[in-house]
């Protein structure tokens, strides 16, 4: 079954007082995906939510959101978006539940009794309902995010577009926000900027990363986490490895062989150049010496700050 791409981006470009804020974006957001946009402070991130949103005009290019142009036809296309701004801001007498029910007003024309009950599953879904009734200025950071996200999807939005939504929070108000972001999945796509690296590589599908407006990576998470310095095992030893050592070396898919050693015995990560062959003779050829024990054996998973700093810096813009 054919599923539109909910955003699409073609040499999107976006240019301030002669500085290119955004350079030639290309970028496809798929159904029900949670796609990271991934990128340092100043990225160009913001700017890229804006010209989405339509609250500014590309320089060059073009993007469309459910089909529908960003330029022409936002009124069609803000229907179907919610959104959070990176400080929300809040009437701050009002109570969460007011605030909630204020926004749900815009969207339903129906019986009172259908908007209490959209504004009672909100505040469940964001975990505030024991705070419904307190006025939303005694809120801490973690809460006000909470509440944010609250109204940007009480409409049931099919695409929830989300600025750096836990970037000033402590662990434990991050760790709200993400698995809020995990639930709404369910229902809708989640697009979200963010700087922080730990918190993209627990939730996201799919993953861009952005610098000095230019786009330097897109794909899926797992995909970046392999790495691009071709396939390594990581590999841990206990006993005498000279002999090993010289059998894996020798293999012609084999490309490098990197050791440290400690206390315990040492960890081995194996480059190679041939995957199946890797898979089929690498351990059987680390388990030929009854004096060496393998502990563990497996393809080396990369750290996103591994990758990311890796691309940035090869971008030519590291710091």
């Known amino acids: 079954m054919y599923q539109e791409t909910v955003i699409r981006t073609d040499k999107l470009t976006k240019t301030y007082k ?40 590309p320089t060059s290019g073009s993007a469309s959101v459910f089909g529908h142009d960003i330029v022409g036809d936002t009124i069609d296309v803000r229907r179907r978006i919610g959104y959070l701004a990176q400080e929300p801001r809040y009437y701050e007498y009002m109570t969460a539940r007011e605030t909630l029910r204020f926004t749900a007003k815009f969207f339903y024309r129906g019986p009172r009794d259908s908007i209490e009950k959209r504004v009672a599953e909100t505040l469940e879904l964001v975990g505030l309902t024991d705070k419904a009734d307190r006025p939303t200025r005694g809120f801490s950071g973690g809460e006000r995010q909470r509440l944010g996200i609250g109204q940007a999807q ?8 989300l600025d750096e939504p836990a970037a000033s929070l402590d662990p434990m108000g991050r760790r709200d926000v993400l698995a809020i972001m995990e639930q709404l999945r369910q229902r809708a796509t989640v697009f979200y900027s963010t700087h922080i690296l730990g918190d993209v590589q627990r939730v996201s599908d799919t993953v861009a990363i952005l610098d000095h407006g230019e786009l330097i990576a897109q794909a899926p998470i797992e995909e970046l986490l392999a790495g691009s310095g071709g396939v390594v095992y990581s590999i841990e030893l206990k006993g005498d490895t000279t002999s090993a050592y010289q059998r894996v070396s020798n293999q012609p898919w084999v490309s490098e062989i990197h050791v440290a050693a400690d206390g315990n015995g040492s960890r081995w990560q194996v480059a190679v150049t041939d995957q199946e062959a890797a898979e089929r003779e690498l351990l059987r050829l680390m388990l030929a010496d009854d004096s060496l024990t393998v502990t563990q054996f497996g393809r080396k998973q990369y750290e996103l700050e591994e990758v990311f700093m890796d691309l940035v810096e090869g971008n030519g813009n590291g710091h």
């Open 18 to 57: 002669g500085v290119e804020a955004l350079k030639a974006l290309d970028l496809e957001v798929v159904p029900n995906s949670i796609f990271g946009f991934l990128g340092p402070n100043g990225a160009g991130k913001t700017t890229t939510i804006k010209l989405l949103l339509g609250l500014v005009h």
């Open 154 to 161: 009480v409409n049931h939005p099919d695409l929830l577009i």
